[in-house]
Every structure is written in structure tokens, then in C-alpha cells.
């Protein structure tokens, strides 16, 4: 769609993305957004260059409800590739163009309203408000795939990305469209309705980023030929300068949840019921759903997700009738089965008389906020068990 000499470039990047290459392997849906989002931009420029007709709209508009219902934000995913549209269209007709292309998203947007819904009435008390650190931490993250600024060298490799990729009208629009908005905009949500700030949001825009780089670098590349190994070197150090290690404590991080897992199984193994609660409240409840319980993931309203203030009103609001019916609980923090309590934060249900072991898993130092007597019985990387008399 560009050149050859970018597509080299973003292969190359894709490939060392210490972000990207972290949640390859989870059991998660981040590698999908960061898919999908490149395939919108794909489709969004092929409507750029031939028009708004054929196959290339129709995919579109399923690529893009596809990414909405792929996480709890991701029409503000869809949002951003909508305004990047907006912006790259230079056609003689671009009033036209733009008029199709915005009810184009509004069809998307009607159609995703269910999950838009979802996601006010969610808790999601992992996100937080954005503090300054957490800004210039993400804009090295996106730039330099390193989340992290313990050092100089990731904020002077990320200002020198950043100014390569203001050399071309191309790559500044994709830097104002992936990086400049998204971050504008999860601030405003942050504080206005409800906090939506955390770098793993951000993966959608970031193979959009790698393509500007490559654009960018494959410029380079062609206007300065006396400093094409100099580049090269820059490039390669600036990509995997931090790779070993960041892959080697994503390996251990990932290791200790999966002893973690393999160990309650073992220990609930001869229990006729065991109540486990996670005091992260969001994070590792869904993390041990996965591993840990045979959930029926195409039943929502079995897997409640933690409660919020938002999901206490509906509920107080629905005819009694209802909520008998469908089983809805203002107060559920929990999924239950036939062996297994899996909870968000402590919950009662654990002291039924059918639970013959309590465990809790705690990886934020709040096991003193349950107000119950505990003794430590295990530990996994930042993972610590304890049990519950």
C-alpha cells in the first residue's frame, strides 16, 4: 500500500514489539484488537484511494463492529480510525465522502450500542486517572514498545521516534489520529465519566504507530544513503535494546500465574467446594475464570462481572419479576459452579456451609482491607495465597 521498504521495516518491528509479542501468547484480547485495528486501517485506506462502494466498505463495517464488541471501550477503538478517515480523505467529492463516512460509523455505533451499555454499567477499578508519570510512561511505550522510564535512553529514544515521525505530512496525521487523540481523549473520559486510562487500552493504535515508524524510517532510509548502517544500528538498538529483558520477566510473570493456576486445582481437587477470591477486583477475577473454572463465556448473565454503582441502580429499577427470572444479583461479585466460588473482592457466599476451604489471592498488598484472619500458605512471583480459617 506504501512501499516495500516500510512493509521490511514494520515486519521487523511488528516482529521485536516486546507489547505486542507479551500478550501473543495470553488468553486474552488484545492481540485481536491490535489485529483487527490493523486490518481497519487497511480498509479504511482502500476506501481512501477507490471510494466508498463495494466489498471493502461491507468488511469494514464487520471488521469494525468486530473490535467494538472486542472489548468493554471498543467503539472509542472504532472512534479514532472513524476521525483518522475524516482527516485523510482528499477526494474531489470529499463533502460526499464525508457525509457517507460519517453515517457509515453512525450504523457502527447504533449497532454497538449493547456494548456500550455493558461498559457503563461495568466496574472497572483497574483503570485509573492518568497522573503525568503514566502519560510520558505510555508515549515511550508506543514509540520504543518499552513500557518503561527508569532511564534516560527510553526518553530520548522515544523524543528521536517522534521527531522522525514528524517529517512527513503521512506520519504526522497517524501520530495525531493514534497517539495525540487517543491520549487527549482517555484523559476527558478519565475524569468526566469514569476511569479508562491503562497502556494495554492503547494497543490498538499501536501497529497503526509502527506503520508511521516504518514510513518514517524507510524515508530515512532513501534521503540519507551515506547513514544507512548508521540507521540500521539505531533502529536495531532502539527496538531490542530492552527486549531480553522485558521478554524474560513477561516469561516469569506469566510462569508464576500458572503455577498459581496448577496449584489450586490441586488443592481443591478433593473438595467438594472451594471459595477463592481475588483482591485485585477486575484483573485477576476474569485471569482465574480462565484458568481456573469451566465457564460458559456465551452466558453473560451467569458471569456477572464485579458490581458497580451504576449496576445497583439498574437492578433496583427492574420488576422483581425479572430479576427472579434472569437471576440478577445487585449485590453478585462472584461466579459460582459446582466446585468452585470464584470471587472479585470478599463476598458471604464463601461462608456457606457447602465451602469447605477459602483461599485468597492477593497481588496488590490488600488482604488486610477483608477485615478476616488469614496465614500466608503459598507464594508465586507477585502472587501471594493465603488461607482462611
Given at each position: ?33 491490535s ?49 483518522y ?13 464525508l ?38 510512561e ?77 514510513l ?26 530492552h527486549?531480553?529483558a ?8 506469566d ?14 481437587a ?5 471459595c477463592?477470591?481475588s483482591?485485585n ?24 462481572p ?7 441502580q ?76
Open positions: 500500500m506504501f512501499n516495500s521498504k516500510a512493509a521490511v521495516f514494520a515486519t521487523i518491528l511488528m516482529f521485536v514489539s516486546p507489547t505486542l509479542l507479551h500478550y501473543s501468547h495470553q488468553l486474552r484480547m488484545y492481540s485481536l484488537i489485529v483487527l485495528s490493523l486490518w481497519i486501517f487497511y480498509f479504511t485506506e482502500r476506501v481512501r484511494m477507490e471510494g466508498m462502494h463495494g466489498k471493502n466498505v461491507k468488511l469494514l463495517v464487520i471488521l469494525e463492529l468486530a473490535l467494538s464488541y472486542c472489548h468493554a471501550i471498543g467503539i472509542v477503538f472504532v472512534f479514532f480510525h472513524y476521525v478517515g475524516l482527516f485523510s480523505n482528499t477526494s474531489h467529492d470529499r463533502k460526499k465522502h457525509t457517507h463516512w460519517t453515517l457509515l460509523h453512525a450504523v457502527v455505533f447504533i449497532m454497538s450500542i449493547p456494548v456500550i451499555l455493558n461498559s457503563l454499567f461495568k466496574a472497572a477499578e483497574h483503570a485509573t486517572h492518568p497522573k503525568f508519570n503514566d502519560i510520558i505510555l508515549i515511550s511505550s508506543l514509540n520504543i514498545s518499552i513500557p518503561s522510564i527508569d532511564s534516560w535512553y527510553s526518553l530520548i529514544a522515544s523524543a528521536c521516534v517522534i521527531l522522525s515521525l514528524l517529517a512527513l505530512k503521512k506520519t504526522r496525521l497517524l501520530v495525531f489520529c493514534y497517539m495525540v487523540c487517543p491520549i487527549f481523549l482517555f484523559i476527558l473520559l478519565s475524569y468526566t465519566i469514569k476511569p479508562v486510562w491503562l497502556s494495554r487500552n492503547f494497543i490498538f493504535a499501536m501497529p497503526i504507530i509502527i506503520v508511521a515508524q516504518s518514517a524510517l524507510a524515508y530515512l532510509y532513501n534521503t540519507f544513503k551515506k547513514y544507512r548502517i548508521v540507521l540500521f544500528l539505531s533502529v536495531a538498538l532502539i527496538s531490542t535494546g527486549l531480553p522485558y521478554l524474560q520477566s513477561a516469561v516469569k510473570n510462569s508464576s500465574f500458572s503455577d498459581l493456576s496448577f496449584y489450586l486445582k490441586s488443592v481443591s478433593n473438595n467438594s467446594k472451594t477463592i477470591v483482591t477486583h477486575l484483573n485477576a477475577f476474569w485471569s482465574l475464570l480462565r484458568y481456573n473454572a469451566a465457564v460458559d463465556w456465551g452466558n453473560p448473565l451467569l458471569i456477572q464485579p458490581k458497580s454503582e451504576r449496576w445497583e439498574l437492578i433496583s429499577k427492574v420488576p422483581a419479576v425479572a430479576v427472579e427470572y434472569f437471576s440478577l444479583d445487585p449485590d453478585r461479585n462472584y461466579y459460582e459452579d459446582e466446585k468452585l466460588i470464584i470471587s472479585s473482592g470478599w463476598t458471604d457466599k464463601c461462608r456457606s456451609q457447602q465451602v469447605d476451604e477459602i483461599y485468597v489471592i492477593d497481588d496488590n498488598h490488600k488482604i488486610g482491607d477483608l477485615n478476616v484472619q488469614y496465614a500466608k500458605v503459598a507464594s508465586f512471583g507477585w502472587y501471594e495465597v493465603y488461607k482462611i480459617p
